[in-house]
């Protein structure tokens, strides 16, 4: 069982608080260095087990997805909310990628992107080096987590279907977790944040 399965299944009262679970996409296919891998699929196992993870969370209160709009994103909230087995609304938004809130400017973020990957380029923010087009820990603090604030419900958890390079400079900005090469953000796994 992942990470944020777990933690939805054991956590007491969570349909009854502000939870946005920030996750990251089904599997896909490797992205070499050097891609960016946008138009990457996910592919059928990663959509079983989108599906299956959907399941697994059918009985919580799932108030709605929010997904970014890279297909594979979309294709995976598609695949939860098939999982589900309920009309759960999904939406589409760029906070969570195209190009996301840890990104200040696509095009100088992306060249750092290109040539260090997201793990390489999360490295650096974790020591706190400055890149150009990366957003700094102080606005993930601020306006990233407000915006993600103001997508919870009081009653009812939010899905938010993003990458593994956002989770990973939003969990580190916001001190709820630091990943690293050694233990990066796997397929359908991520943080849970209380928005209270």
Avoid at 75 to 81: C, D, K
Avoid at 129 to 148: H, P, V
Avoid at 149 to 156: E, L, P, R
């Amino acid at each position: 069982m992942n990470t944020i399965l777990q933690q939805l299944k054991t956590t007491n009262n969570i349909s009854g608080r502000k939870i946005a679970v920030l996750m990251r996409h089904a599997e896909r296919e490797r992205i070499h260095q050097g891609e960016f891998g946008n138009d990457f699929p996910i592919t059928e196992g990663g959509a079983r087990m989108a599906f299956e993870f959907g399941t697994n969370i059918s009985g919580l209160s799932i108030a709605k997805i929010i997904s970014s709009p890279i297909p594979r994103c979309v294709q995976t909230a598609e695949a939860i909310r098939k999982g589900i087995g309920r009309e759960v609304e999904i939406i589409t938004d760029n906070h969570l990628g195209d190009p996301g809130f840890h990104i200040s400017d696509a095009e100088k973020a992306g060249k750092y992107y290109l040539e260090f990957g997201a793990k390489g380029v999360s490295e650096k923010f974790v020591n706190g080096e400055s890149m150009a087009g990366i957003s700094s820990a102080e606005y993930l603090r601020t306006k990233a987590f407000d915006w993600l604030k103001s997508q919870t419900y009081d009653n009812g958890i939010i899905i938010l279907v993003t990458h593994d390079a956002l989770i990973s400079h939003f969990a580190y900005a916001n001190g709820i977790k630091t990943y690293s090469k050694d233990n990066w953000v796997n397929f359908l796994d991520g943080i849970i944040v209380e928005c209270i």
